[in-house]
Every structure is written in C-alpha cells, then in structure tokens.
C-alpha cells in the first residue's frame, strides 16, 4: 500500500491576513496555512498527490515515478512521503545533474534520479515519453510534473471544505472568490472544479506563458466536463521563469515582518504581490473577502537564502 495510515490527515488553518495596504483597500483575505500541514510533506503537495497515489495502489505499483526541477517542491514532498510511507519514487529531474539543498534531501530520502537534461524534459508532453520508463520500472506509477492532471485537481476539491469549515471562526458567512499562485494550475483546476462556478478563482501565474498552464488548466477543467468555469489568471512571473527581483524580495521582507508569515520567492510572495498590485488598480470592490492559499514551498527559500 501507498497510502498512509488514515489518522494521517492533514489539515491547515485558516487564518486572517492582516496588512496595512488590505486594509487600505477594504478588503478582507484569509490565508489557508498548508505550509502549516507537515514540514516535509507541506502545502498543497500532498493534495496533488493523493489521488494519483489512490490509482497506482489499484494498479498494484510499488511506488511512483514523477518529474521536476532542481528545487522541486513536488519532487521533495514525493520523496519525503515515499521515505515516510515506504514506497519507491524515481525522480527525472531538468536540466544536468546540480547540487541544491533540494537534490541533496531527495537523495537523503531515497529518491532515485536521472537528469533528463533540457531537450529530454521538454519532450514530457510528447506521446512515448513515458514508454522507456516505464519498461525500466515497471512497478512504478507515472504522475506528471507537479502531481497534474485531472486526479492532481480532483485531490484539491477537498480544499473547499477545509475553508468552509473554518468560516464561522472568522465571523465570515461566506467569501468571494480564491487567490492563488500557480506553478502547473493543478491547484487551481482543483478549486475550479469544487466550486462549479459558486465563487471564483483567481491564479496568479508564477511561470510564464509558455509553460502552458492556461492549457493544463483548460484541458482538466474539459475532461472533468464541468460547464462555464469560473477563473482568471494573472502574469505574476516578473518576466521570467523563477524570476526575482529587488521589489519582490523588498515586499517579501515587509510581509513577513508585518505579519509574521513566511513566503518564498517563487510562488507565494509572487501571488501575494501580484494581489497588492490588482487592488492598487482597483480590481476588488471595498468589502471583497478572498481566500489566499498559502501552498507551501518553503524548503525552496534555501535556494535564495543570501537574497532573502
């Protein structure tokens, strides 16, 4: 079996987001803290896992095989929870083979790697990509990059319920819509799908146009066969993949020492930024009351540790 034992259930809380510039503005945010989940298995990982773990348990397989970078918060969740739960994970990693704090946890939990270089990681969305792996590990489950895929979103239409229990302890009746990064738009895709059009969902793109994330976001959004989605994206890559400047890591460090919550780089200071900016437009009337997902990723702050 893949899949921990059932008291191993993670819940965040929902906390309010208290800063000058929300405040100014009129509008109320809550933050659902997944970075609070587990310290390894943290933020919205473990969601974009759970189903694909559900499959490779009915299919017999031994563990599973998935793909990512050389600060992959998917890869380093995998891993941690292969190590946790006694299941195999391979991972096939971009670019050539680096020494990160991250690959360096991956080998320490177990993982085995491959570096697939560039042009072999660029060809995951081809058709027979997965062949030659799957002849090399035929015990291992494939999940596509970041735990995508429909059964990455349908483990994140649980997020819903996690926040609407928690709403009367902020006094909140009901809420707005959602505010979130997005790395593959799997989260998203998840939250899309519970609210079936009820509230809406904001994503803020933390990679640029080209790594297809309105696509993967529209093609789960199809095969999910759910009528008039309700969403809208948002550039939050700062022009390019893994991008930071001095005004995003300037907003980081007055964010964290306002509220005491920590982000990273890449994907939750970029999203949490890129809200201010919205509101600084006047994008959300006064009284607006949006979720924030806090999804996690703070093992790859040490990839910028000098920065930070």
């Not at 969740?77 to 946890?105: E, I, K, Y």
């Not at 979103?153 to 926040?163: D, F």
């Not at 640029?208 to 999910?224: C, L, N, T, Y």
Request: overall charge negative; aromatic content about 10%.
């Amino acid at each position: 079996m893949l899949l921990p034992p059932n008291h191993w259930l993670p819940q965040a809380p929902l906390d309010r987001l208290d800063l000058d510039w929300l405040a100014a503005a009129g509008i109320q945010v809550a933050i659902l803290r997944l970075d609070l989940i587990d310290p390894l298995i943290s933020g919205n990982k473990w969601f974009k896992l759970i189903e694909h773990l559900k499959a490779a348990d009915q299919a017999g397989a031994q563990g599973i095989i998935s793909l990512g970078g050389a600060h992959s918060n998917h890869l380093h969740a995998l891993a941690a929870a292969g190590q946790r739960f006694g299941f195999t994970t391979v991972g096939l990693l971009r670019g050539h083979p680096q020494d990160t704090p991250t690959v360096n946890d991956l080998q320490a939990f177990g993982m085995q790697l491959h570096w697939l270089g560039f042009g072999g990681y660029r060809a995951r969305h081809e058709a027979g990509f997965w062949t030659p792996w799957q002849a090399l590990y035929p015990d291992l489950w494939p999940v596509p990059e970041g735990g995508g895929g429909l059964p990455g979103a349908e483990g994140c239409v649980q997020l819903k319920a996690m926040v609407s229990e928690q709403l009367n302890g902020l006094g909140w009746n009901d809420y707005d819509g959602w505010w979130l990064a997005c790395g593959t738009g799997t989260t998203l895709a998840g939250l899309v799908l519970a609210e079936a059009g009820e509230h809406p969902v904001y994503g803020a793109l933390a990679v640029p146009d080209d790594h297809g994330v309105a696509q993967h976001v529209e093609s789960i959004v199809q095969e999910a066969g759910l009528q008039l989605p309700a969403y809208e994206l948002f550039d939050a890559s700062r022009g390019g993949f893994a991008k930071v400047d001095p005004p995003l890591l300037d907003f980081i460090a007055q964010t964290e020492q306002a509220c005491g919550i920590p982000l990273e780089p890449l994907y939750t200071g970029k999203a949490l930024l890129t809200l201010k900016q919205q509101l600084d437009t006047g994008r959300f009337a006064r009284g607006t009351r949006l979720i924030f997902i806090h999804t996690g990723g703070l093992q790859g702050r040490r990839g910028f540790h000098s920065q930070l």
